[in-house]
């Protein structure tokens, strides 16, 4: 069964939609009971090497939420292991990198490695949840794009100044592009190795690439963003995500994707206009508004709606992440209210439906 | 003797100077051997409150780095501890707000407290700083802004989400807004007190306001700010400071400031453009930068001197705290840089020089 039609896909290509598409970014997360009484039973690295389990969480919140696409339950930072930089979940903590990137030494010494070999294991849940989907709702894969994973390899872990990833890129200028291009490469055949496992779509997670100067963003992460979507398997849409990005929308155009992320910090509309009417955006209500009174998250839900004008290629989705504080039915609520304000008569817009953008 | 025609405070009247003015938010702190001297000595909330020690370590800088401008040796916290919250710096943790406002009953039962009186240590400071200083440059006074204020007090210290600040925003909007009409009020009676005191100019830290969603801000955060600034001494430029606010900066315009601070995650011309050319910008290195060589350090200072184009009323400064690991050379090389790469024969522009806006 072909999801070509269905509406998140359909918004992607910036085509109309009976309703605004949503998903949500960790759906398949700690604020569901389902998600939990599996993590009860495996650790977070454990579910992600587990297909069956990972693609059971994977599936939950499409029956549980009724959102418009699946996205795959595994992290960002798989790729970082078979590059043997040592990869920890502490409880509590976060990501820990054993044997992080600190020298152009360290860049030179990082092996060539397979990533769909060695990632199979993600790429077998990605088979496992297309064949238990048979086409109800499309799948999105995903990786880290190059800054955020090189965030994590120097730092150590996460950051709140990101000093010593700044210190490589001013300090050590061709060891950091060296590091850029080999990860551009590498998450370029991970996530096509996850499209030729059947995922429909894929997101590209540049968590914290708003932390960047704009002239850094442009001279040390652009072209090898470029490279990276350059790689990807034509005719397939692919998410450019970020937070934090308002100073740098143009430039995040610039470097690629169908589809670009907003956050909630920008108004929608002020973040379409930027990104430009011939891309398809996501986004953008703050996630901390799941936890509001209903009556708050209705009006929120209508202002996100409002900003899109119901013009073709706005992808309903939270800032970042769902908290694993939410009620699932404020998360189930935010579904049915999107679907429910958005609905509207096809055809709603006459322009030619457009393409899928370089 | 008069700082009236000094760089710093004719820059934030939009007037033309000699060279561009520069200081650097949390110039007086931990980079430096001289304050980690002093601190050996006493805790912070100590020297917070030690008047001799507190104009020492704001005068510091002022003979090492040649800054511009000294500002307040104090903390934006201070205002939490006569409203009974509780107030302690915890070794490495930051603040903890031992009485965390959670609560309608909890805003209710705030005590009404002259703020000048209570917090009569940080004007003392502000009268020895000013003797010693004999006009040699400003000095500038300041507060935390009532959002930033209020996060902390409803978080009970620093914070990632925000959740209980937002959530406290939209289930409980009558408290929200009677929590931050007393937080004006106390800012502005605060800042009045160090402005007679003798403070040429102020600067309000929104610093996290940044956060929040433009409407959230719009309805929740604005007509407070409004409120501080209408009450403050006319006369005295203003800066309006916040961190992450490219998403927000007209809003933040609107609500009101002489000097609007930018952070280095926009273009330094985009946000002021956006500001709005009859307001003066403060910033925006980003504190990362002073930790690169020196030849990219003096790359960066020409960049951010080159967004301003020699346009009257710009304040250079970092886009935040410069940060503890900072070397004091390269923050001595940044001030001399932005001196020796701004060096202007005046007059450099034949407009009116303009007033101080509301």
Redesign the interface.
């Known amino acids: 069964m072909t999801t070509a039609g269905s509406p998140f896909l359909r918004a992607c290509r910036r085509e109309p939609t009976a309703v605004t598409p949503i998903w949500m970014m960790r759906q398949a997360g700690r604020f569901m009971p389902e998600y939990r009484a599996v993590r009860s039973r495996l650790s977070f690295l454990e579910l992600c090497k587990h297909p069956e389990a990972a693609a059971e969480v994977t599936l939950q919140p499409v029956t549980r939420l009724g959102v418009d696409a699946a996205i795959l339950f595994a992290d960002i930072l798989l790729l970082l292991e078979p590059l043997g930089l040592g990869l920890r979940f502490a409880a509590g903590d976060g990501p820990v990198i054993d044997r992080p990137i600190r020298s152009p030494a360290d860049v030179e010494r990082l092996p060539e490695v397979d990533a769909a070999d060695r990632l199979a294991y993600v790429l077998e849940t990605v088979r496992l949840v297309k064949r238990e989907l048979s086409g109800r709702v499309p799948l999105i894969g995903f990786a880290g794009a190059p800054f955020t994973l090189a965030s994590y390899a120097v730092e150590g872990g996460g950051s709140r ?3 010593r990833t ?2 490589l890129m ?2 050590e200028p061709v060891a950091w592009h060296a590091l850029m291009e080999r990860l551009a490469i590498l998450v370029a055949d991970y996530l096509n190795g996850q499209i030729a496992a059947g995922a429909d779509a894929v997101q590209v997670f540049d968590s914290w690439v ?7 963003y442009r001279a040390f992460v652009l072209p090898h963003m470029q490279t990276l979507f350059r790689r990807l398997t034509p005719g397939v849409p692919v998410v450019h995500f970020g937070t ?1 990005t ?3 929308l143009e430039l995040m155009r610039e470097a690629g994707g169908d589809v670009i992320g907003l956050d ?4 929608l509309a ?1 973040g379409w206009r930027r990104v430009g009417f011939d891309r398809a955006v996501q986004g953008n209500l ?4 799941l ?3 209903p009556s ?1 998250i209705r009006e ?1 839900v209508r ?1 996100v709606l409002a900003q899109a004008a119901a013009r073709p290629g706005h992808v309903f989705n939270l800032g970042h992440g769902i ?1 694993p ?1 939410t009620p699932v039915d404020h998360a189930r609520l935010v579904v049915d209210l999107v679907h429910e304000l958005s609905a509207r008569d096809l055809p709603a817009f006459d322009g030619p439906a457009a393409g899928i953008a370089g």
């Open positions: 100044n990101y000093l700044k210190g001013y300090a708003g932390q960047l100067a704009p002239d850094d934090g308002a100073g740098i909630w910090r920008i108004p002020d703050d996630p901390a508004a936890l509001a009174p708050v929120k202002e908290l504080e």
